[in-house]
């Protein structure tokens, strides 16, 4: 079995040799993998400082003692979810449960005098009239496709003072065809740093056959808005339409 460690892993820098000091720029390093079967996509990238800083934060022409000084760090994670998946998991499932059943060689059923693998007169284990095989039965057949994808985002800043963090966010956004003719969507994330909630979007559509619906809104934040469209699919009569919207308040400062 193939197990990969890294999708890509790459460095860069510049030498200047028209300066007549701090020649080499700063090194870029980025690096990149997938795991759990490319559900979960890792990226990160890094600005190496090779030279010191003096008082005032100006680069002089000296290395530093450690080699480089990391100035900046950025590392984004990806993460996907759809109902498909778990789909496959139960039919792997089912699978494996199958093979188990038939996993017998046949040496346990010998045949009979003619030649046959008949059963005794007093097992009734197969008869329609005893039949004691468990059936799964659905009394709700109805499903629900969904998709979600988690995105994590953390940015790390040093300027040869001070460290700090300047973004921490997780951000979530999916899909849930909650019929086959009506669907939700979702855009949100939370901030970590600022303990607060980033820009939050709702989306609803109705498939009318020829016509369509959409309905657009952002509960809360600077940018409440909302917006209602109702139309003719087609662009011959894509004047037919009503739209409704509030846009966000307008900020002068």
């Keep these: 079995q193939k197990i990969t460690l890294l ?5 860069s820098t510049s030498y200047d040799i028209t300066k007549d000091s701090i020649r080499w720029s700063d090194v870029t390093v980025s690096a990149g993998t997938r ?12 600005l190496l400082d090779p030279y010191q800083l003096d008082k005032k934060g100006e680069k002089i022409d000296k290395f530093n003692d450690k080699l480089f000084r ?6 984004t994670a990806n993460y996907s979810l759809s109902s498909e998946d778990f789909k496959k998991d139960k039919e792997s499932l089912k699978n494996n449960k199958n093979k188990r059943k038939n996993n017998g060689n046949g040496a346990q059923d010998t045949p009979d005098l003619f030649g046959r693998n008949n059963k005794n007169a007093n097992d009734f284990s197969n008869t329609p009239e005893n039949e004691t095989e468990v059936k ?3 009394l709700y057949r109805h499903k ?13 800043s040093n300027d040869g003072f ?3 963090i300047t973004r921490n966010i997780l951000m979530f956004s999916g899909n849930v065809e909650l019929s086959p003719k009506w669907g939700v969507g979702f855009n949100s994330g939370y901030d970590i740093k600022n303990t607060g909630f980033s820009y939050t979007n709702l989306n609803f559509s109705r498939d009318l056959d020829s016509w369509r619906l959409n309905f657009g809104w952002t509960p809360f934040g600077q940018r409440t808005s909302y ?4 139309g003719v699919k087609s662009s011959v009569l894509s004047d037919l339409k009503w739209d409704k919207n509030k846009p966000p308040d307008r900020v002068l400062f």
């Excluded at 795991?35 to 890094?46: E, G, H, I, R, V």
């Excluded at 990391?70 to 590392?75: A, D, E, L, R, S």
């Excluded at 629900?144 to 790390?156: E, G």
């Design 136 to 138: 799964e039965t659905l």
């Design 162 to 164: 001070t460290s700090d």
């Design 35 to 46: 795991l759990f079967k490319d559900k979960l996509a890792l990226n990160t990238n890094m």
């Design 144 to 156: 629900i496709p969904w998709t979600l994808n988690l995105t994590y985002t953390l940015n790390y």
């Design 227 to 230: 917006n209602f469209f109702i």
């Design 70 to 75: 990391i100035k900046t760090v950025g590392i």
């Design 7 to 11: 999708n890509n892993l790459n460095f």
